[in-house]
Each structure stands twice: as structure tokens, then as C-alpha cells.
């Protein structure tokens, strides 16, 4: 009885013991998104719209950074939305600045491998052009708006996180969402 149990005992861990290893799949993170919830940006501005409550507005800080300039940060999500303003006072046309936009977009063509741009009539009659970047692009979204005579918003949706933007799926179409509201409320006080 004792042999036939060491026996089996022997042959059981022959057996479990092999080469064919396989590794287990790394799992996903679990993202909790908050209920949107939308407050105005203060008056000090040229331009209005609501932006999320989950948000933090700054004054730009970027090298290049020009007065009216924003980024409003999801600590959240690690996200910052970078809006740049022009007004067209007749120092740089729309077809400059609308170059310029698309330029910058246009940046991102290395690592992209999909770019879909839709132009999107807004509650507020504005209109609004829109662009999703696919791929591991370090903006997966960014828009302008115009009213086509006086003034040009325009912003890009940024991480700073080394997660991939698949994984971050759920954390982009949330941001979009807020993107989209911010476009509807959008009102120009020049």
C-alpha cells in the first residue's frame, strides 16, 4: 500500500512537472469613470464653454504659450486638454491658421494608422471639425472650431501615462464625450 501510494506520488509529479509553460495574460486595468458633470470657465476669457467638474483649468504653460491659452487637467485620468486660442486680426488669415491646425495634426502620421476628421454642425449651429487618430499617437483626439471671421479654438487631448490608448479606450470616449459637450456650450464674446 505504502509503495503504491510513493508510486503514485512519483509518476503525479513526473507528470505536473513540465516544459510546456504558458504565460498568463496580463490583465486590464480597472478604470472607474466618474458621473459627467459640467461647470463654465471664468469670464476672463474671449470664448466660453463648459468644461468638466473633474477637471482643473490652468493658464498654458508650454514654451510657446500665448495669452488665452489653457489646459485643463483630469488628475483622475493623468489627461490634459490643451486648448490654444487665435483671433484672426488680420496678422494671420483662417486658411493660415486652419493650415497650422492640420499641420499639427498631421504630426502624428508616424505612429497613426488610422486619422478620421468629421466636421460636426453643433447644437449651437456652430460647426466644429473633430479628429480621432488611431494607433499609439500621444493625442488621440483634437478639434478646432471657428466662427470664420474673428476667432479660432483649438484643442488636443493628451496622456500622461505609459499605458497603451486600447487600454485607455474607455478613459478616451469618456473624454470625448466631455470634448463633445465643451464644442455645443462654446460662445464667443468678441
Not at 506520488?9 to 513540465?18: E, K, P, R
Not at 504653460?61 to 488680420?90: C, N
Not at 479628429?131 to 493628451?158: C, M, W
Request: charged share 20%; aromatic share 14%; net charge negative.
Amino acid at each position: 500500500m505504502r509503495t503504491a501510494c510513493l508510486t503514485l506520488i512519483f509518476f503525479g509529479l513526473l507528470l505536473g512537472c513540465g516544459q510546456n509553460y504558458l504565460p498568463k495574460p496580463k490583465g486590464f486595468n480597472r478604470i472607474e469613470l466618474p458621473e459627467a458633470t459640467y461647470r463654465p470657465l471664468p469670464d476672463s476669457l474671449p470664448y466660453a464653454f463648459d468644461f468638466s467638474s473633474h477637471a482643473m483649468m490652468y493658464d498654458d504653460t508650454s514654451w510657446i504659450s500665448e495669452r488665452y491659452w489653457i489646459d485643463l487637467y483630469y488628475p483622475v485620468f493623468d489627461a490634459h486638454i490643451q486648448i490654444t486660442y487665435k483671433e484672426m486680426d488680420g496678422k494671420a488669415t483662417a486658411d493660415e491658421i486652419l493650415d497650422d491646425s492640420y499641420r499639427l495634426t498631421s504630426k502624428h502620421n508616424v505612429k497613426a494608422y488610422a486619422i478620421e476628421e468629421k466636421i460636426v454642425v453643433l447644437n449651437s449651429g456652430n460647426v466644429a471639425s473633430v479628429t480621432e487618430l488611431e494607433g499609439e499617437v500621444p493625442s488621440p483626439f483634437q478639434f478646432h472650431i471657428t466662427d470664420s471671421s474673428k476667432n479660432f479654438l483649438r484643442g488636443a487631448l493628451y496622456f500622461q501615462t505609459a499605458e497603451k490608448n486600447d487600454s485607455l479606450a474607455p478613459v478616451i470616449t469618456y473624454l470625448e464625450n466631455d470634448i463633445m459637450h465643451l464644442l455645443n456650450t462654446v460662445k464667443w464674446k468678441q
